[in-house]
């Protein structure tokens, strides 16, 4: 059985005024990493990965920025990436800074791809996970309260199926506008999202050690990630491009 394991640090997810990094619009991208001796077009690499997460993508110089960046700065996120490879692995750890030059995120990732080009844009992609999608809203305050990790294993294995009906827990119902879904709680570290008629089930969640934020298992057996907003049961659904996109479940 063959494991990658990815390491994802996320730092300052949660602050003061209780922004996520999913509040802001903008992400400010330089057109070179001084870390890396060649360009190994990290710079569109990663501007695709931003706008598949729903950021708007703005340059490294800010007299180029829009108006309405210009205007309200502590909106713009400023990436970076950092050449962190080693004898075997291919590594880069991707830093994302407020207005105040203070890291907000740190997540890191890795490749056994040997081709540079190939193995930092790999690596870059798994770093990526940990960057929710944008639902922006206007930002004032940027003081950082809090350093989590989170450590994720994605391993190729044989595909389990699992019944839900078997599981005798209460059973709380969410609907995204084109699927009904039930939540069934397995323990306190685990549920499933499972069709409320064929009980099939359509995701497996399972808790990290950040709040809120969980390891989810596809029916399909991808791996991503999810989480509560508001209320809602969130699911950033990785698509055939690279991009991500939000499913959104609100409670019935």
């Known amino acids: 059985m063959k494991k990658l394991l990815t390491l994802i640090s996320v730092i300052g997810?949660?602050?003061?005024?209780?922004?996520?990094?999913?509040?802001y619009k903008y992400v400010s991208v330089p057109d070179?990493?001084?870390?890396?001796?060649?360009?190994?077009?990290?710079?569109?690499?990663?501007t695709k990965l931003l706008k598949g997460k729903k950021y708007a993508i703005l340059p490294g110089d800010r007299?180029?920025?829009s108006s309405e960046a210009k205007q309200n700065p502590c909106n713009v996120l400023h990436a970076d990436i950092i050449n962190d490879s080693g004898f075997l692995r291919n590594k880069v750890t991707l830093q994302l800074k407020d207005c105040n030059?203070?890291?907000?995120?740190?997540?890191?990732g890795?490749?056994?791809?040997?081709?540079?080009?190939?193995?930092?844009?790999?690596a870059l992609k798994q770093?990526?996970?940990?960057?929710?999608?944008?639902?922006?809203?206007?930002?004032?305050?940027?003081?950082v309260t809090q350093t989590e990790t989170i450590e994720t294993e994605t391993v190729n294995e044989v595909k389990e199926t699992s019944s839900v009906s078997s599981v005798e827990k209460k059973a709380e119902r969410y609907t995204n506008g084109?699927?009904?879904?039930?939540?069934?709680?397995?323990?306190?570290?685990?549920?499933?999202?499972?069709?409320?008629?064929?009980s099939v089930p359509y995701a497996t969640f399972k808790a990290t050690t950040k709040k809120d934020v969980f390891r989810v298992k596809l029916a399909n057996g991808d791996s991503t990630i999810g989480y509560?907003?508001?209320?809602?049961?969130?699911?950033?659904?990785?698509?055939?491009?690279?991009?991500?996109?939000?499913?959104?479940?609100?409670?019935?």
């Not at 070179?32 to 569109?44: G, Q």
């Not at 770093?127 to 003081?143: G, H, R």
């Not at 996109?245 to 019935?252: D, N, Y």
């Open 110 to 122: 890795s490749s056994s791809i040997k081709e540079y080009i190939e193995g930092y844009q790999d």
């Open 101 to 108: 030059n203070k890291v907000v995120l740190t997540s890191k």
């Open 178 to 198: 084109k699927l009904n879904l039930q939540k069934i709680q397995i323990d306190n570290s685990q549920f499933i999202l499972a069709d409320s008629n064929s």
């Open 63 to 65: 007299q180029q920025w």
């Open 228 to 252: 509560y907003e508001k209320g809602n049961i969130v699911v950033e659904i990785p698509q055939s491009n690279g991009e991500y996109a939000k499913e959104v479940f609100s409670g019935k």
């Open 127 to 143: 770093s990526l996970v940990a960057v929710p999608v944008s639902n922006p809203v206007e930002i004032t305050n940027t003081t």
């Open 13 to 23: 997810l949660v602050m003061v005024s209780g922004q996520k990094i999913s509040d």
């Open 32 to 46: 070179y990493f001084p870390t890396f001796k060649a360009d190994y077009d990290l710079k569109n690499a990663l």
